[in-house]
């Protein structure tokens, strides 16, 4: 009886055991099928060195010329789309083929530097912040730019702390002078009875001493 009992549960426990194989594989496969890829792409550049002002449209071009000139092929049918373009930030929010999104990705990271515009030369770099196969996952905090803002912020709280200090630390040294509050501050009749007891015990010393001695 024990020994039925047993098999049943080794059978039960190996049945769940290749359930749970089977579904991590499904979850892997759904992960692994994404039809789109989303970035949160950053544009670093002067204003003063673009001849004409920065919009989504130039924006794709500039991004496919960034693919084109690392692997050195043909770009004007890439689909890179750009769902959102912010001006005032120059961020843009892009969307690639997950066929594309290995080589968009490494000309974005990797690329940038002198641009050819119709005024010259403009230095420009890119900087991909986020990226993921859900669109809604870019609508989350960001993480390095947090980061990079709460640090700069504490550095800069602890300068000032530290630079306080420094300043209490030299204004509180040998030259600082301390004035007494008027109720420290001895009066006229205390300081004058104190020295008559000082000059008494004075004489009262110079008697006792003459009289030892004589």
Request: hydrophobic letters at 35%; proline letters at 4%; aromatic letters at 6%.
């Amino acid at each position: 009886m024990g020994d039925s009992v047993m098999a049943e549960r080794l059978q039960e426990f190996e049945e769940s055991k290749i359930t749970k194989e089977k579904t991590m594989k499904i979850r892997k496969r759904r992960e692994l099928d994404v039809n789109y890829w989303y970035m949160e792409v950053h544009l670093e550049y002067k204003k003063e060195e673009l001849p004409c002002e920065m919009t989504a449209e130039l924006a794709q071009v500039l991004m496919r010329g960034a693919v084109s000139e690392m692997f050195g092929e043909s770009t004007s049918s890439l689909p890179l789309d750009i769902l959102k373009f912010d001006n005032v930030r120059c961020v843009c929010v892009v969307r690639v083929p997950s066929s594309a999104y290995a080589k968009v990705r490494a000309a974005l990271t990797v690329g940038g530097g002198p641009v050819t515009m119709a005024g010259g030369l403009m230095s420009l770099s890119y900087w991909v912040a986020k990226a993921s196969g859900c669109l809604l996952s870019l609508a989350g905090p960001e993480r390095v730019s947090g980061l990079g803002t709460s640090l700069g912020s504490w550095f800069k709280k602890e300068g000032k702390e530290e630079g306080g200090k420094e300043e209490g630390g030299e204004g509180g040294g040998e030259g600082e002078t301390k004035t007494a509050s008027p109720q420290e501050q001895p009066s006229p009749a205390s300081a004058n009875a104190s020295e008559q007891s000082v000059k008494g015990s004075a004489d009262e010393n110079e008697d006792a001493a003459s009289q030892h001695s004589g």
